[in-house]
């Protein structure tokens, strides 16, 4: 069996990713989609700036030769050179274990190895800007793999990361942990079944094998597909004996709250009834939001002339909102129009920033529907750049309805989360190009910068327009099914009211 820092790296994540990296069908993996390629591209990137630092050798080798790669490398570390790239080091640990590291750099230390009166310590060059602990456990692999091979341990392993200062792997503490999830990862590499899935955004995101486990998880009508049960909530259930959806939906409430304590027990009771039955429901509690939310105008006014739904798209590395979409409903003349107002350059983001601005103030009773709070966010920081009078942009603020806070705060949907899409297609909504998304847009974007191809913001802008049209889709949904509620529930404050 061989253990890469890779596999132990994915281990951490998820086991059953580990499982199926080594025993899965390569057929049934998700193909590598643009977003997870610019990450590669701009962390290659950050490599070769890092590395033009050093005056390093390059072991020669090819293919999956992993023994040359090793006897190559361990020729440069005989030799004594200042630093290695891409060195390979692999070597026999357990009856049956190989164990393969491929640190980005071996540097010469002063000290003591096989070798002379010098070590080699490794060091990793991360993208991300923190030392994340699944990093520090593969620096601790690499200590191992490297002390094998070098007849001693380094003190540490660097990481270097982005823009901040490298950081030393505290060695005493991170190599028993290394060491316990590896004898872990060997034991279910070892095992015959493949182990069993739980679906969470955090971990699942960049996965490839997401759109096989999804399916396993939708036939199954697993658990971890109800928003609320989280690992150790998922945990608990199973110890309570309630493994799948049927009972957790059929499970007496006052056995949940117990639980998991009075408000998330309720919650996630109602939302196991909805997604069981498939059908909305009120929220426990909403009508007390309602009532008291100081933004619910947009319930209690009548129909309005117009309305607007507006939406951004953002390029973070950059500090830069791109495009400000916005779709104008005109019920007078039922009408609608789509405005972009997209950056070519960064430089623009002001111009745009003014245009968006003229807009807004041209119907100036009009609502603004947006989802989530980045919109408002976004308002009032391209305000502070670009000088607006509080008065301009203040007006502009308190006229927004964040839809996503309305949606969670009155209403239990079956959907698998409360991101805009699953939300939008449970209505029955479709993106036109089903593979867009944020992150993509983000590609898209970098593309048009790089090439200047109109197609990139097309493409970018027809994906804001239908998150326009899907917000406009829900805000409609949500209007219609809380306003029986709402108005019900004002009848009977004015019945109180009056005795
Ligand atoms: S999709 Fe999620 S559960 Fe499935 S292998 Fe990947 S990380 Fe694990």
Redesign the pocket.
């Known amino acids: 069996m061989l253990v890469s820092d890779d596999l132990l790296l994915y281990y951490q994540?998820?086991d059953?990713?580990a499982f199926?990296d080594v025993f899965g069908d390569s057929g049934d993996r998700d193909p590598l989609d643009d977003f997870l390629l610019k990450l590669r591209q701009d962390s290659r990137c950050h490599r070769q700036e890092v590395l033009a630092q050093y005056d390093y050798h390059r072991p020669h080798w090819s293919g999956d030769d992993w023994y040359g790669a090793t006897q190559a490398t361990l020729e440069l570390m005989e030799q004594g050179v200042e630093s290695i790239y891409r060195g390979v080091l692999s070597a026999p640990w357990l009856p049956g274990v190989h164990l393969l590291s491929k640190p980005d750099l071996l540097v010469r230390h002063p000290g003591s190895s096989q070798f002379g009166d010098w070590i080699y310590v490794p060091h990793d060059i991360r993208f991300g800007k923190r030392p994340k602990l699944d990093y520090q456990i593969v620096g601790a692999f690499h200590g191992l793999v490297l002390s094998l091979l070098q007849g001693v341990w380094p003190d540490t392993t660097e990481l270097v990361l982005r823009g901040r200062k490298p950081h030393a792997v505290d060695f005493p503490k991170r190599v028993p942990e290394m060491q316990q999830l590896l004898y872990d990862c060997i034991v279910t590499l070892r095992g015959s079944q493949t182990p069993e899935?739980?679906?969470?955004r955090q971990?699942?995101n960049l996965?490839h094998?997401?759109s096989a486990?999804h399916q396993v998880a939708e036939s199954e009508r697993h658990l971890s597909l109800i928003p609320g049960v989280t690992p150790s909530r998922y945990d608990q259930l199973q110890g309570m004996g309630i493994t799948s959806l049927s009972s957790l939906a059929n499970a007496p409430r006052s056995q949940l709250k117990m639980a998991f304590g009075a408000e998330a027990g309720n919650q996630l009771a109602q939302q196991a009834m909805a997604s069981y039955e498939q059908q909305p429901l009120l929220r426990d509690g909403a009508m007390t939001h309602l009532l008291a939310s100081p933004g619910n105008h947009w319930l209690a006014a009548p129909h309005p002339a117009i309305e607007i739904h507006f939406d951004i798209e953002a390029e973070p590395d950059l500090d830069l909102d791109f495009l400000l979409g916005a779709l104008v409903i005109d019920h007078r003349h039922q009408s609608q129009t789509y405005y972009g107002f997209m950056a070519k350059n960064p430089e623009e983001e002001g111009r745009i920033w003014q245009q968006f601005l003229a807009l807004m103030e041209s119907y100036p009773d009009a609502l603004i529907f947006h989802f989530c709070d980045y919109e408002v966010k976004t308002i009032q920081r391209l305000a502070r750049l670009y000088k607006t009078p509080k008065y301009r942009y203040q007006a502009l603020v308190n006229r927004c309805v964040d839809i996503h806070w309305w949606v969670t705060h009155s209403s239990i949907l079956p959907v698998e989360s409360y991101a805009l899409k699953p939300i939008a297609r449970w209505l029955g909504f479709h993106w036109r190009n089903p593979q867009a998304n944020g992150a993509q847009c983000i590609c898209w974007y970098n593309e048009w910068l790089t090439d200047q191809d109109p197609k990139c913001l097309e493409a970018i802008l027809e994906y804001n327009e239908d998150d326009c049209c899907a917000t406009y889709e829900l805000k409609t949904w949500l209007y219609q099914f809380l306003k029986p509620y709402y108005l019900g529930a004002i009848g009977q404050d004015l019945a109180m009211k009056n005795g």
Do not use: E, N, P
């Open positions: 994540r998820c059953r990713r199926l899935l739980f679906l969470s971990k699942c996965c094998w997401y486990c």
